[in-house]
């Protein structure tokens, strides 16, 4: 006997993504806005005076990628039981890329899912963090390993933000545009070689072409089950560093600059990349003081880390490496030899 539940519907998860002054937020129902201290000092206030809901409660969980974890989503949820939240409530991700992934993990599973706004606040999270549903915390096994994709009602762009960002997360922010510009847009990247992003109006064309790109990329790939999978280009790499240096050493988008700059030379290693493309894309990392240098203590322990990437699998590494500037190919037929010896490269001399 077999019985069939068929589950073949189509479900809207659009959603707009607003690049400008925060209109005026109206919500009926309960809202919590999820933030941490500095972000809080710096810019509730403002956030504050854009907002009108039925009830509103702030819920402060410590700054810091090592917090981004268990303890701060059990914070999370016991703030939203006591406050008898429902399902029709709301939470508001205020912050960067931590802030992020954790409110929207925490609203995905909270009472099996409720909305959730993204209001971005250091480049990197408005550029790619906030787009695209995907949420998560770390482990001791590795970054973003527990999560769900789960998209929010609305993201919230406001370049305001930006003012007070310290100019080392301004540079990770950088990372993850030159990301998207190498894999999927040569005009873009050869934009970002002569633009100066400290311009104002520079920088909201490059925001608004960078998440212009990865909504095009998610639309056609929401769950990551191909081509989206290319906007981890120095991520394979990246992860493996954060994990290695607890996550203490690097911010995000630097340990994805370094990331890049692996993944490149395993590129030109496999003749799909030329030596000079790898060195415009280091020249334009250095630009913003971006690290592209790293050395590995282990070699063999860098490779076998590789196999925790939610990418590969038991047998295989699945790599993301550029093919020039403006293509990119996911790959998971590289053989061992060719990886360790790009890796020893970056190891002791």
Do not use: C, W
Request: net charge negative; charged share 25%; no cysteine.
């Amino acid at each position: 006997m077999q019985v069939n539940i068929s589950l073949k519907k189509v479900i809207d998860n659009s959603y707009d993504i607003t690049i400008d002054t925060i209109p005026e937020l109206s919500y009926d129902t309960k809202v919590a806005i999820v933030t941490n201290p500095k972000v809080a000092g710096l810019h509730l206030s403002y956030l504050l005076s854009k907002i009108r809901a039925k009830e509103l409660y702030i819920i402060t969980v410590p700054d810091g990628e090592n917090y981004k974890n268990q303890g701060s989503i059990d914070l999370i949820l016991e703030s939203l039981f006591n406050h008898r939240f429902n399902r029709k409530s709301l939470l508001i991700a205020f912050g960067g890329g931590v802030i992020g992934d954790m409110t929207g993990y925490a609203s995905s599973i909270y009472q099996r899912g409720i909305d959730f706004v993204q209001i971005p606040t250091t480049l990197l999270s408005q550029v790619d963090a906030s787009v695209g549903g995907k949420t998560g915390i770390n482990n001791s096994y590795g970054k973003n390993l527990i999560g769900a994709f789960h998209q929010p009602r609305a993201v919230y762009i406001d370049p305001y933000f930006l003012e007070t960002l310290p100019k080392r997360e301004f540079g990770a922010g950088v990372a993850e545009v030159v990301k998207m510009a190498v894999t999927f847009n040569k005009d873009f990247f050869a934009y970002l070689e002569e633009a100066d992003l400290s311009d104002k109006t520079l920088l909201q064309e490059a925001i608004k072409q960078a998440v212009e790109t990865k909504a095009g990329v998610v639309a056609k790939d929401e769950k990551e089950h191909g081509l989206r999978a290319a906007l981890n280009y120095g991520h394979t790499f990246g992860h493996v560093i954060e994990n290695e240096t607890a996550y203490k050493k690097y911010l995000h988008g630097e340990a994805v600059a370094i990331g890049m700059v692996m993944a490149n030379a395993l590129s030109v290693k496999l003749g799909l990349m030329k030596e000079e493309e790898a060195l415009r894309i280091q020249k334009l990392l250095e630009k913003y003081k971006l690290p592209t240098s790293y050395t590995i203590e282990n070699v063999e322990r860098f490779y076998e880390a590789f196999f925790l990437d939610k990418k590969s699998s038991d047998a295989s590494i699945t790599f993301i490496l550029p093919v020039g500037i403006g293509g990119v190919k996911i790959t998971d037929s590289v053989d061992k030899d060719t990886v360790l010896a790009v890796l020893e490269t970056f190891g002791k001399e």
